[in-house]
């Protein structure tokens, strides 16, 4: 029906329709100029204001030093001779290759073992059905509006005492509270798609419930799986107040409290160095967030559907 | 799903009940080649949905009741007692944190930064993003590249991007005041993040900035769901844009709005790392939130006890964010039938 008038609007040729963009409903109402004002201008400011910090900081971390701070000779908005100094310094003068190393470790270790222990957690309340699976539910997903600005207090004196402190491994068993809650939401609402009946047939060919998660379930709930990866790696990495509280020493530290707490000197000469630090640790998120768009939009949709 | 579930549901129990050695086998099925009714004690367990489960859920369930469920009962406690850090377990002295608190102008400041940070905030993030998801559901070239563009501030670790803006805001060398400069609307620098009023204005901008896509793409995800006949029929009946505004997209959208916006609620009131990064509490505690001065008492000056009750102050607050989120909830659920899934 919907297609039926389309196709007739398309016949009047006064209708400046958008051939194009494979335009459909009802964008034939609108008028070019109409368009540029209500929608492409506005996008436009806004896309700008989003994304000109980026610019900024991929423009300072190669601009030479004179031309950071000379802004009368020099347009700011733009570099003559770009340096590679700053990222020289950044990479070979200073402890960064061991904080990105930090963060990766930490975000890889935990993200694993929460998307192994959300998967089991998942299956367990959508298909085993256990007395009270609702209510479990229910409470993983109050876990997740449990936010650490209320539990890094009490969770470093718990730290301090199973002697963790100052150590990755206290990062990697605490940011699993954060990602399980999640993942375990987006996993369940994946394995509700995932029909009865393949389960029932293995069942009566003999398979066990734990031969049922592995061979069927999980393989085709990957494209979940990615996406619970993918949004909690990046929450990990992002993740800034336990590991603020935790790590004290220099070469344990995480890029983002690195940054905070190791670039910040007197210096007028820093903003170089300080942007080359955001912008090389900001860039291996961008990169894999470029691959999987999707998987992260469904995921962080999906959450909030769920 | 729905009753298709629940028919399978009884099948099920057949299937267990037959597993379980009891007499109940439908004939339907075929003989079974295993003796079920010689099988052992662990056989039958083995088999028991919840006593599997209950070795399913154990790994999440360690995580979350060791790290999370634990300290939050364990911050609570801490906030009744004088415990610093080094000490190891501090003693009993009832409200006195809290009375303390009472007193505290500091602290009350940080009630008011907080709220001022979270109403302002997630007001404009809920009206910019609104509008963003709007402008991003309509038909354009190059639509899924200006998405994925849009999602960017979200993606980028927090305080990374707080640092670009610590250089955008910096007091000598701002691209604001050199533009506004160069554009002759002002004549000095302006000092973004040395004064009271603007700081706090440039950190809500910087809050508002990292939210909005948040906010856009997960709304987008909603509006997507709406079927355009609705919008064709109301065009036909002389509705105008805002009338469809008003009268389709807004009430399919309500639910996840309700969603959506606790979450925004929830993780500006709690903030810490954009301010921390930004201002730590500064110019003469200006931005200080809740979050920040509790980091400041406990960990900074060792108040561990002081520390805990700031954060502790913070729950009730919380515990209003999730109510209106679980009520926001029920009423999709109504829309849509029983079922969640």
């Known amino acids: ?28 109402l609108e008028s070019l100029p109409r368009r540029i004002v209500t929608l492409y201008i506005p996008l436009f400011i806004i896309v700008v204001i989003l994304l000109f910090p980026f610019y900024w900081m991929a423009l300072t971390s190669i601009k030479p030093d004179e031309q950071l701070i000379d802004m009368e000779k020099f347009n700011p908005f733009w570099v003559i001779k770009p340096t590679l100094k700053h990222i020289n310094k950044l990479l070979f003068e200073t402890n960064y290759p061991r904080w990105l190393w930090n963060t990766m470790y930490v975000a ?19 298909r085993l ?16 509006l449990v936010p650490p600005s209320i539990l890094f207090i009490p969770l470093a004196s718990v730290i301090q005492a199973y002697g963790l402190f100052d150590s990755p491994l206290s990062l990697i068993l ?6 399980i809650p999640f993942s375990t939401w987006l996993l369940m609402g994946y394995f509700k798609t995932i029909p009865f009946e393949l389960e029932e047939c293995a069942l009566i060919d003999g398979a066990s419930r734990w031969q049922i998660l592995v061979k069927i379930i999980v393989p085709l709930a990957v494209p979940g799986l990615i996406s619970a990866f993918i949004f909690s790696f990046t929450l990990c990495w992002n993740e800034f107040i336990y590991a603020l509280t935790f790590l004290q020493s220099t070469q344990n530290k995480t890029v983002p409290v690195a940054i905070v707490n190791e670039f910040v000197d007197g210096d007028i000469y820093k903003w170089g160095s300080l942007m080359a630090g955001a912008l090389v640790g900001s860039l ?20 909030v559907k769920e | ?43 039958r367990l083995r088999t028991n949905r919840n006593w599997l489960a209950l070795w399913f859920m154990l790994p999440a369930a360690a995580f979350l009741i060791l790290f999370l469920a634990y300290p939050l009962f364990l911050g609570v406690w801490m906030s009744f007692t004088d415990d610093r850090i080094g000490r190891g377990g501090g003693n009993f002295v009832g409200l006195e944190n809290y009375e303390w608190l009472k007193d505290d102008s500091i602290f009350w400041l940080s009630v008011f930064n907080t709220l001022l940070y979270t109403i302002v905030a997630s007001a404009i993030k809920f009206a910019v993003g609104l509008y963003l998801a709007l402008l991003l559901n309509r038909h354009m070239p190059f639509k899924a590249l200006i998405r994925a563009a849009v999602l960017i501030p979200f993606i980028v670790p927090t305080v990374l991007s707080a640092i670009a803006f610590w250089w955008i805001y910096d007091s000598q060398f701002s691209i604001i005041s050199w533009s506004l400069i160069k554009m002759g609307l002002i004549d000095h620098n302006i000092n973004f993040l040395g004064d009271s009023s603007w700081a706090r204005g440039s950190v809500i901008f910087a809050n508002i900035w990292r939210g909005v896509p948040f906010v856009a793409i997960t709304l987008l995800a909603g509006l997507q769901t709406v079927s355009p006949s609705l919008y064709e029929a109301a065009t036909l009946d002389g509705a105008t ?6 009268f389709i997209t807004y009430p399919l959208l309500t639910p996840i709005i309700a969603v959506v916006m606790t979450f925004s609620v929830l993780f500006t009131f709690t903030d810490f790392q954009l301010i921390w990064a930004l201002t730590r509490g500064g110019p003469v505690n200006a931005t200080h939130l809740m979050a920040t001065l509790s980091y ?36 999709r659920k109504w829309q849509q039938g029983t079922d969640n899934d």
């Open chain 2, 296 to 331: 400041q008492r406990g960990i900074l000056s060792g108040r561990l006890g002081e520390g805990a009750a700031i954060a502790t102050a913070m729950i009730p607050f919380l515990m209003a964010a999730i109510a209106i989120s679980w009520f926001g909830m029920q009423r």
């Open chain 1, 284 to 303: 291996p998120l961008v990169i894999l967030y470029a691959f999987f768009v999707e998987h992260y939009v469904s995921a962080m949709t999906g959450a």
């Open chain 1, 129 to 144: 059905r256990f007395r009270g699976a609702e209510v479990v539910g229910a409470t993983i997903f109050m876990a997740y």
């Open chain 1, 108 to 126: 890889a270790a935990a993200t694993t073992l929460s998307i192994i222990a959300s998967v089991l957690a998942a299956y367990a309340i959508v």
């Open chain 1, 1 to 28: 029906m919907t297609d039926h008038t389309a196709d007739q609007h398309r016949i009047v040729p006064a209708a400046t329709v958008e051939q194009d963009d494979h335009s459909e409903g009802m964008t034939y």
């Open chain 2, 1 to 43: 799903m729905g009753p298709r579930l629940r028919g399978d549901d009884t099948e099920w129990v057949a299937i267990n009940r037959s597993y379980n050695g009891m007499t109940t086998i439908p004939t339907s099925l075929p003989t079974p080649t295993r003796h079920f009714g010689k099988s052992s004690a662990w056989d």
């Open chain 2, 241 to 246: 844009s805002w009338q469809r505004f008003r």
């Open chain 1, 174 to 179: 605490i940011y699993p509270t954060l990602l």
